[in-house]
């Protein structure tokens, strides 16, 4: 019967100024002794996402949640792809290799502050941002919290990267990498900033994460391992 209520909610494409109408029309159908509100709706999806699309972040922080997942794994900053490429071509793979793991390693550090700040986005939506995320396209969640937390999360994670980076010394293989590059003849300088490098693919692979976790549970009926989560996604 609660997904009668959720398909007669999509299906009649309710404005939000008709939602609450909506409600009461679909409770007086279904005849509940305790009727559903537009809070109702609101308050169920807010929870159903996040304990659903913050997955994605505690997806990220786990060991190797960069490094051995291809769609997200940072690689040598493309700006100095070619210190990368010299830097091989005399013998330095290993060295190479090391700083790569590290900057995974920083990112899944610093991928840990990111759950807080969606569960706060999450919680800051109106009855009208839940009510596009409900009718929006497969990615509508995620759309919403790049929009609402991008800014956010590049404050928090610049310098919990740089704190993660030099933690496992990912600042220091860097620096060691380019000086070792800088001293060959007759190569031109390079000095990238490794801090802003990571911070933006850090937050880039996040919402590919999450993104990811929210087409799932759209789409997916298994992965809608909660009440909620089956209330709210049902609907689409």
């Known amino acids: 019967m609660k997904k009668i209520f959720f398909i007669y909610f999509v299906l009649s494409a309710c404005s939000a100024a008709q939602l609450s109408q909506a409600v009461s029309d679909a409770n007086q159908v279904l005849g509940t002794t305790q009727p559903l509100t537009s809070a109702d709706v609101g308050n169920g999806l807010k929870e159903a996402l996040t304990n659903g699309i913050s997955k994605g972040a505690d997806l990220t922080s786990q060991i190797d949640g960069y490094f051995k997942n291809p769609e997200i794994k940072i690689p040598f900053p493309s700006d100095a792809k070619k210190v990368e490429d010299k ?12 700083f790569v793991l590290t900057l995974n390693r920083g990112a ?15 919680k800051s939506m ?13 990615d ?12 956010q999360l590049k404050v928090k994670f610049s310098p919990v990267i740089q704190n993660s980076l030099n933690k496992v010394n990912a600042a220091k293989y860097y620096s060691d990498l380019v000086d070792t590059y800088n001293k060959i003849p007759f190569v031109e300088k390079v000095n990238p900033d490794l801090n802003a490098y990571a911070t933006d693919l850090a937050i880039r692979g996040l919402f590919t994460m999450v993104a990811k976790e929210e087409k799932n549970i759209r789409q997916n009926p298994v992965a809608r391992t909660t009440d909620l989560l089956k209330r709210v996604f049902s609907a689409q």
């Open 126 to 138: 109106t009855i009208d941002d839940a009510w596009k995320i409900l009718k929006g396209q497969s």
């Open 87 to 98: 830097l091989r071509a005399i013998g330095l793979n290993d060295q190479v290799d090391r």
């Open 140 to 151: 509508a969640a995620t759309q919403y919290l790049q929009k609402t937390t991008t800014a």
């Open 108 to 122: 899944e550090d610093a991928a840990r502050e990111a759950k807080p700040i969606f569960i706060e986005a999450i």
